[in-house]
């Protein structure tokens, strides 16, 4: 499904990525964790290219880019459509409403219909549990309805693999719940998914892998019963008694 093979990614002079390996089965949910600055953010980033990997090869089913030759625009775009990204910060449109969020991407990019998208973008919102709120701008929603509005929203490009980064950072505690739960029915519906957050609850429930990155490189990766419990490497065990604290 997934396949990275020598990612690296550089700034400059500072190494962000360090040669990552991974293989990322359909249907998989895998949670990425670790300290900030070791290049969970990064990594998610390469993998839909948003930011352009210095060498490296990503790919997703048969579509392959290989980072040690230049890349068309074109060729960059078809690829990023595999997958849906859903950020940190909502960044939907302020003067669209929710409905009009999720089917912009449908209509604008991929030239659909707009009473298809409409259908497809109601049922979505449905799905995330805001079919009530179809009507409703971004400043009448709270943060977790935004953020579900930008679940359905990455959704509505019919995505081969979702990618989360953060999804709850900017949430209040209180509305971090609804968010996790649209994040776990998508994951009980076989939805491949690669997410990096702290919520460690999320990954104890909901990964079927969790990875641990630091300075760049996977430290330790495992099925998460052995992660939390009986972690192998001492800077996991040391970064998990920190968070647990």
Known sequence: MISVKGLYKQFDKLEVLKGLDLEIERGKVIV????SGSGKTTFLRCLNVL???????????????????PISNKR????????????????LFPHMTALENVMEGPVTV???????VRQRAEALLNKVGLGD???YYPFQLSGGQQQRVGIARALAM????????????????????????????????????????HEMRFAKEAADEVLFLDQG????????????SNPKEARTKQFLSLIEK
């Not at 930011?51 to 030759?69: A, H, M, Q, R, Y």
């Not at 490189?217 to 099925?223: C, F, H, M, S, Y």
Request: charged content about 30%.
């Open 32 to 35: 990425l964790i670790g300290p």
């Open 51 to 69: 930011e352009t990997p210095t060498k490296g090869v990503i790919s997703i089913d048969d579509e392959t880019l290989d980072f040690s030759n």
């Open 76 to 91: 960059v775009a078809s690829f990023r459509r595999q997958t849906g990204m859903v950020f940190q910060s909502y960044n």
């Open 110 to 116: 991929k030239k659909e219909s707009k009473d298809v």
């Open 133 to 135: 709120k179809l009507d």
């Open 158 to 197: 019919d995505p081969k693999v979702m990618l989360f980064d953060e999804p709850t950072s900017a949430l209040d505690p209180e509305l971090v719940g609804e968010v996790l739960k649209v994040m776990k029915d998508l994951a009980n519906e076989g939805m491949t998914m690669v997410v990096v957050t």
């Open 217 to 228: 490189v996977i430290v330790e990766r495992g099925k998460p019963e052995q992660i939390f």
